[in-house]
């Protein structure tokens, strides 16, 4: 294996590429590793909010329920020494269970990373925002074709009962 080869990411507006081709739990954990304890605490606090004790206790060996635990219940107030605790690893698992879960909660990090000036110039941040942003775009998309095809069949007809036919 080549130590100096770097997978290649597809460009946002390459034919093919959406935004489930490219690994955000990845690009979370990315963000997370460069990023200063006070944006970690508010990753953290955003991605943990959707999940229950339950989850979290299967979630990388239990730390993240330890952290829901140590943090205050309901309001959650993540503390500096739980942060130094998590690994990118564990990030990855949080994200990817979170999206099973509430992938709001996860196109919610794009708003919150673009309103913090000391993440906005990583380059990990800016194409997980863009990442974010397209897969919601895409989601829109897709409900308002759901809605159009729920609409015409509103609109249409309902089928007439017919009788049996007598042989």
């Not at 489930?20 to 200063?36: D, F, G, H, W």
């Not at 990030?91 to 919150?112: F, H, P, T, W, Y």
């Amino acid at each position: 294996m080549n130590p100096n080869h770097t997978q290649k990411v597809p460009a946002l507006g390459e034919p093919g590429c959406h935004a489930s081709e490219i690994q955000i739990a990845q690009l979370v954990a990315q963000v997370y590793e460069t990023a200063p304890p006070a944006v970690r605490i508010n990753l953290l606090e955003q991605l943990l909010q959707p999940l229950g004790v339950l989850s979290l206790m299967a979630i990388a060996d239990g730390i993240f329920a330890k952290i829901r635990f140590s943090s205050g219940w309901p309001d959650m107030q993540i503390r500096f020494e739980d942060v130094q605790k998590v690994q990118a690893k564990d990030v990855i698992a949080l994200v990817e269970r979170v999206q099973q879960v509430s992938v709001n909660s996860v196109d919610g990090l794009a708003k919150m990373l673009t309103s913090s000036p000391v993440v906005a110039g990583s380059a990990a941040a800016a194409l997980l925002v863009a990442v974010l942003m397209q897969r919601a775009g895409t989601r829109r998309e897709g409900d308002r074709e759901a809605n159009d095809v729920f609409a015409a069949t509103a609109r249409s007809p309902a089928p007439t009962a017919q009788p049996p036919r007598p042989y």
